[in-house]
């Protein structure tokens, strides 16, 4: 290799490099900041867009996410990349769709010649697009997403256009799984402290029925779940209308370290 | 669990048609498997969630308490919605 070439390949690469490191750091500052996983998306979406952008062509983004059990999650750049990912939701079919459920690329260069979704073709030509790129992202939470991307130009991503779609999901999938994990575990964290409170109520009730009635502890608990399902009201509602009508206690402080 | 075989509910004639009602609401619901196990835990459930997912998948029996605990937050955590 002449030394040439070897300099223009370092300076190509370190530009490529320091914009990656940039995009990583942008994606840190968004899971630090973001309230939950559609912020996240919504502010993603717009950074990936702003990214592949240039010139006249000016690209939309979505990004779909589904986990199981969980009502899907989809985010966008702005109103055009919304209304076709809501499109193909609605239709059950398009190039996202099968990208997602393929996890391999799907590109459609020109949607006015592709015959493969015919529904969501039109619509996305109707509203002034005339390519799509869809790009699976890989994440190792149990979860799928695809980074749907949308150009009012034929043969909007080139080859390189479509090498740095890839190079920027492959990081953004890296931050959307930190982001799950972190969303996950804040929701089992709410989930498990909600539980707590509810146990603390429930055995102070328990405790009052095997008092008044002389009976063991599970004999008072099925007393307890019969009275609930009888009138048709939650548990933790019966057992704390127990305890406040004998202590007149309305709140039950639990303390545990966080 | 000493004082289950004495204590009311349903009974265990209807044991198997009561798992698969739990299975089926199980499956149609939102929540996973952790989330009901909070749910029941929380509502002073004392099967652990290897027993539940047990349970729900036909492999043991629970005591009947359990089994009512279990069915109450079902219905509950289906009630709002989660």
């Given amino acids: 290799m002449s030394e040439d070439i070897e300099f223009r390949e370092s300076l190509y690469s370190r530009g490529r490099a320091e914009s990656l490191e ?3 750091l942008q994606l840190q500052d968004l899971i630090l900041d973001s309230s939950d ?23 939309s983004c979505g990004i779909t996410v589904i986990r199981d059990k969980r009502p899907i999650t989809v985010a966008s750049s702005d109103a055009r990349a919304r209304s076709l990912d809501e499109l193909q939701n609605t239709f059950g079919h398009g190039p996202c769709l099968t990208a997602l459920k393929s996890e391999t690329a799907v590109y459609v260069p020109d949607l006015a010649a592709d015959r493969r979704w015919p529904k969501c073709t039109t619509a996305a030509r109707g509203a002034g697009i005339s390519s799509i790129l869809a790009m699976p992202m890989h994440l190792r939470s149990p979860a799928q997403s695809v980074v749907n991307l949308y150009s009012p130009h034929k043969h909007g991503f080139s080859h390189h256009g479509i090498d740095a779609a890839e190079s920027l999901t492959g990081t953004a999938a890296k931050a959307l ?27 102070t009730a328990i405790g009052a029925i095997m008092a008044q009635n002389r009976c063991s502890h599970d004999a008072a608990f099925q007393i307890l ?8 009201i939650k ?14 206690e309305r709140e039950f402080p639990t303390t545990y370290e966080e | 669990m000493i004082n289950d ?30 989330e ?12 652990d969630e290897l027993a539940l997912d047990a349970y729900l998948n036909g492999m043991v029996e629970l005591p009947p308490l359990q089994v009512n605990l279990l069915h109450a937050a079902l219905k509950e955590i289906t009630a709002d919605g989660l």
């Fill in chain 1, 22 to 24: 940039d995009f990583v």
């Fill in chain 1, 37 to 59: 996983v559609r912020d996240f998306l919504t502010d993603m979406a717009a950074i990936i867009a702003t990214r592949l952008s240039h010139g006249g062509n000016h690209i």
């Fill in chain 1, 177 to 203: 799984d930190i982001a799950l994990n972190i969303a996950h575990l804040r929701d089992a964290r709410d989930d498990l402290a909600a539980a707590l409170e509810s146990r603390t109520v429930i055995d």
């Fill in chain 1, 225 to 232: 779940v019969k009275t609930s399902s009888h009138r048709n």
């Fill in chain 1, 235 to 248: 548990l933790r509602e019966v057992a704390a209308s127990i305890v406040s009508s004998i202590s007149g």
């Fill in chain 2, 5 to 34: 075989a004495a204590s009311e509910g349903p009974q265990p004639a209807f044991g198997a048609d009561q798992r698969q009602l739990a299975a089926a609401q199980f499956q149609s619901a939102n929540v996973t498997l952790p």
């Fill in chain 2, 36 to 47: 009901l196990w909070t749910y029941y835990y929380g509502i002073g459930g004392n099967a």
